[in-house]
């Protein structure tokens, strides 16, 4: 097309566009009365898509920024080894001192505010230490709010309130950040060719998400009991969200951050539009109800 972008400029836009909404698909699941057993898949998926998906964006930035000088394969291993698997160490701490912190108090409005300083603390250390302070976030939250985690350290009420605060906290965020990306959008250069790049990104990303999902589909399809379809059904409900937009924002103008921008609104505003509304129907084609 005559834009000359650099190839690891192009490895951040992949980084970007593939961190998965959960949140967004979940209800739809629901309503379509999808099995269980492919809600867990997607969720699960999702989670570890995004902790990853941001871990390998910063690395790929990191490497982005320092052009020119010499980065040997070593180096990226040791910054996205330190990324990941610091993050989840990390984590994994976080979520033993709250969950037994949780665990000797009795009181819900302590313990929710136990659940925030532990976001809060561990994020300040995970960029302290240079850790993924969402990755750490994300397994903390694992730690803390799995089924026998919340049956031992809270009671009914408690359970109540910290699933109303976080959710609250979600849908503010949310709010926040989506009002970001409509101010974004006056600013944004919408030309000719940054429009048929996002158009071409749109096929390109939904024929490399399917690809990528059937070979640990296909390897584990017995052992983990998957649904028909799983792989069709994940691949056109991998609603894109408010992360992409966010790390594309990261972009500085030498990263093609126009361009890059204008494609990840375009993936995002399809996913939402048109995947998003008809998920639901492909999932009644595929999965009749047996009701």
Not at 181 to 194: A, K, N, Q, R, S
Not at 252 to 276: A, P
Request: aromatic share 10%; hydrophobic share 55%.
């Amino acid at each position: 097309m005559g834009t000359p972008i650099s190839y690891i400029y192009c490895l951040l836009f992949g980084a970007i566009i593939s961190p998965t909404d959960p949140i967004a698909v979940l209800g739809i699941l629901k309503k379509a009365k999808a099995p269980k057993n492919l809600e867990i898949k997607i969720v699960g998926e999702s989670l570890f898509n995004d902790g990853v998906g941001v871990v390998l964006f910063l690395t790929l930035f990191s490497i982005a920024a320092s052009q020119g000088a010499p980065i040997n394969a070593v180096d990226i291993v040791k910054l996205f080894g330190l990324e990941v698997f610091g993050g989840v160490a990390l984590g994994l701490g976080v979520g033993w001192v709250s969950f037994k912190l949780l665990k000797t108090i009795d009181d819900f409005s302590i313990e929710v505010i136990i659940t925030l300083a532990a976001v809060m603390v561990g994020t300040v250390i995970a960029q302290k230490l240079h850790l993924s302070a969402p990755l750490a976030m994300v397994v903390a939250g694992l730690f803390v709010g799995n089924d026998k985690a919340r049956d031992r350290s809270m009671s009914e009420t408690t359970e109540l309130y910290m699933d109303k605060f976080w959710e609250l906290i979600d849908i503010l965020l949310n709010a926040i950040l989506f009002v970001l990306i409509g101010m974004e959008i006056l600013v944004l250069t919408f030309e000719m060719d940054y429009v048929i790049a996002g158009l071409l990104s749109i096929p390109l990303v939904l024929l490399c998400r399917y690809a990528s999902l059937w070979l640990p589909v296909k390897t584990f399809e017995k052992r983990l009991e998957f649904v028909p379809y799983t792989n069709l059904i994940m691949t056109w409900g991998g609603l894109r969200g408010g992360i992409s937009i966010a790390l594309a924002l990261t972009l500085t103008d030498e990263m093609n951050r126009e361009m890059f921008l204008v494609m990840t609104y375009m993936v995002v505003i399809f996913s939402i539009l048109v995947q998003g509304l008809t998920i639901e129907k492909v999932i009644k084609k595929l999965l009749p109800s047996k009701e």
